[in-house]
């Protein structure tokens, strides 16, 4: 059972514009939702996660949307690099218990 | 601080072998979960350790198990080793249950 859904799977966007990517989850217990960043040959490392309390974060060019309501939460990234390539992860965790979405392969063209 | 250590980096087994794979936690950190990570499934959670004691499991067959240490170092051993088995498997520790959770660069593991 897939408790979260993550799209679009792939997604190439020019050096400057905003990425954005979505997911969203089913069990209304998880109560704590980061964004990981992963490159090739690396562990997953954490970019910026929220909890549901809270409506929206910012750090740096990184914001995480969380709308509660719609048990949906997305990524935007402004202003996106070619160092911003990689592959995210969105997740939902219950006490560590942690699901992850499909994630997404983001290419950022120069 | 030093971030979470995993050991072996590379393996390669056949199957019907078993594997152990260690994971050092970062200091201070009491919790440490398990996850493996292939190209079809995708992140998908073992188990978490936490005091020692298992605190959640993910659905996995009885072949995947795991301990805690006392000085929270952890490890996973995986028996019956079968070709679908192959898979980056990673470690990610954390100061307490509920808490950011730090990953390691994984052991990568190959069934022949």
């Known amino acids: 059972q897939q408790q979260v859904k993550q799209s679009p799977q792939s997604l190439i966007v020019q050096k400057g514009g905003i990425s954005i990517i979505n997911c969203a989850y089913e069990?209304?217990?998880?109560?704590?939702f980061p964004w990981y960043q992963q490159f090739p040959g690396k562990g997953p490392a954490l970019l910026i996660a929220i909890r549901p309390d809270v409506s929206e974060k910012k750090e740096g060019r990184f914001t995480i949307s969380f709308n509660k309501s719609a048990k949906q939460f997305s990524l935007h990234i402004m202003d996106s690099q070619p160092g911003d390539s990689a592959t995210y992860f969105c997740a939902a965790s219950i006490n560590n218990d942690m699901r992850f979405g499909a994630g997404t392969r983001l290419t950022v063209k120069p | 601080k030093a971030g979470v250590t995993q050991t072996p980096r590379y393996l390669i087994k056949t199957r019907g072998q078993q594997v152990t794979l260690s994971c050092s936690p970062i200091?201070?950190?009491?919790?440490v979960s398990w996850y493996q990570q292939t190209p079809g499934q995708g992140l998908q959670f073992l188990f978490e350790?936490?005091?020692?004691?298992?605190?959640n499991k993910g659905n996995f067959p009885g072949r995947f198990s795991g301990r805690q240490f006392s000085n929270s170092r952890s490890e996973m051993n995986v028996s019956t080793l079968e070709l679908g088995d192959s898979a980056l498997y990673l470690c990610a520790s954390s100061p307490r249950l509920g808490n950011t959770q730090y990953f390691g660069p994984g052991t990568r593991l190959t069934v022949l």
């Open positions: 069990n209304t217990a998880f109560d704590y």
């Open positions: 200091s201070g950190h009491r919790s």
């Open positions: 350790y936490f005091s020692e004691t298992q605190r």
